[in-house]
């Protein structure tokens, strides 16, 4: 029904930027909120940061908010990850995800709808 595809992951050094992308297609109208969420090797799904599609709520750890930050463009269908002052630590697989409720925003469970992630690698 719906389908997410992220892209613009890519390996990075230390301090640099990269803007993550998830396009959208598919039956949409019932989205309401999409996140982003980065495994790393031998770690959990961990929540990134999310938006309601509406732009009202936006929502993520308090870890993230000083260098990630989440938009769309709701003409384009398309979710965005904007990350500054990388960390080797950020090394992870980054997924998009999509759901049609506006509560829990950062549960991986609740999300419906999850692209095939996207790998960022950074380099000390």
């Known amino acids: 029904q719906v389908q997410l595809v992220e892209s613009g992951g890519r390996l990075v050094q230390a301090g640099g930027s990269l803007r993550l992308s998830c396009a959208a297609s598919?039956?949409?109208?019932?989205?309401?909120?999409m996140a982003w969420f980065r495994q790393a090797a031998g770690k959990e799904r961990e929540f990134v940061a999310a938006?309601?599609?509406?732009?009202?709520?936006?929502q993520n750890p308090d870890s993230m908010k000083g260098r990630f930050t989440i938009s769309r463009d709701r003409a384009k269908n398309t979710l965005y990850l904007q990350m500054n002052s990388l960390k080797p630590e950020d090394t992870a697989v980054y997924y998009c995800?999509?759901?049609?409720?506006?509560?829990?925003?950062?549960?991986?469970?609740?999300?419906?709808?999850w692209g095939q992630g996207t790998q960022v690698t950074v380099s000390s």
């Open positions: 995800a999509a759901k049609s409720t506006t509560r829990d925003l950062g549960s991986p469970g609740e999300y419906t709808y």
């Open positions: 938006q309601t599609w509406g732009g009202l709520k936006t």
């Open positions: 598919g039956r949409t109208g019932s989205t309401f909120a």
